[in-house]
DNA sequence: GCATATCGTCTGCGTGCGCTTACGATTTGG
DNA sequence: CCAAATCGTAAGCGCACGCAGACGATATGC
């Protein structure tokens, strides 16, 4: 860990998030197209089943959208079959969410898509390397942001 | 490395790397702004050193910026004397991009800010899967496109 | 009962960005 | 010598997005 002269040990973590994040939702792309779906309409899937949410702002915000902006997004998944909308009895104002087995099912052929493009990325670390990415990964995303100062 | 149920084992890289980055770029802006610096102004100074380039367009490329958006930023930076534009002798359509000790300086100030933020954040991880980690991200992130498929 | 808040929805505004075109100047290669 | 390519530059277009405001319906709290 020596630093030569200001020169960093290592990049800016952002600068090398950045590519990285890039090149992944690059890769996504195609994948999430052949099976008829935006990364949005892809996250809203995802987010359905991971937390349940009983309003599409907490959903939303969950998923790091704009709630007015997956409007859209909503209403074509729903038309599609995909998930269902149905008003909540205990609130007159909330439209709660599920996910439809069709919409299951899409979207794990969709995440099974990305898991062999992760793979083959991920099978040029040794297996120690990997695991603690991921591990290290998983929980600086979770992190509340208040702890990013 | 269990499955439960069509359960994924793990999330999505990309689904970790968005939010990741995100608040990462979110933490930056801020000490970058103390410093009069824009995100796209910080990441010229910084290809200016660690990548001797010679053409702005090579630039724009190494720091993943379009090469027509950056002109502006150029300008700035060359107006407040951080860099320094000069014809190149052997191309004369080409503008040789160098930065000045003032540049070198902010660009350091701005790093270590940016570092401390950082450490803080790594600084709730062992020290194995935090070395693990920048150690995969730096591989990751510089790695052509084309293997991301 | 009523002021305030919240829900989903629609829309507008401003900004940033990817990409493209066009241009003058210069270089390269046949 | 000349066509094609490249450089930096300026600007246009379309899109996505963050944010905000407005609205009708509904819920909450005093």
Redesign the interface.
């Given at each position: 860990m020596s630093k030569l002269w200001?020169m960093?040990d290592?990049?800016?973590?952002?600068?090398?998030?950045?590519?990285?994040?890039?090149?992944?939702?690059?890769?996504?792309t195609p994948i999430l197209r052949e099976h008829g779906l935006s990364m949005w309409a892809y996250?809203v899937l995802?987010g359905l089943d991971?937390r349940p949410v009983r309003t599409q702002a907490a959903l939303a915000e969950s998923i790091?959208a704009d709630k007015t902006r997956i409007i859209r997004v909503l209403d074509d998944l729903q038309r599609r079959g995909l998930i269902e909308r149905s008003p909540d009895p205990a609130d007159r104002r909330v439209r709660l969410l599920s996910i439809t087995p069709e919409g299951?099912r899409l979207r794990?052929a969709a995440?099974a898509g990305?898991?062999r493009?992760?793979e083959?990325?991920l099978s040029?670390?040794p297996d120690?390397?990997?695991e603690?990415?991921?591990?290290?990964?998983?929980?600086?995303?979770a992190?509340p942001?208040q702890?990013?100062?």
């Open positions: 200001g960093p290592r990049p800016d973590l952002a600068a090398m998030a950045i590519p990285l994040t890039r090149a992944l939702m690059a890769a996504e996250g995802l991971e790091g299951r794990d995440q990305i898991r493009m992760e083959r990325l040029r670390l120690d390397d990997r603690a990415f991921v591990r290290v990964l998983r929980i600086l995303s992190l942001s702890e990013f100062r």
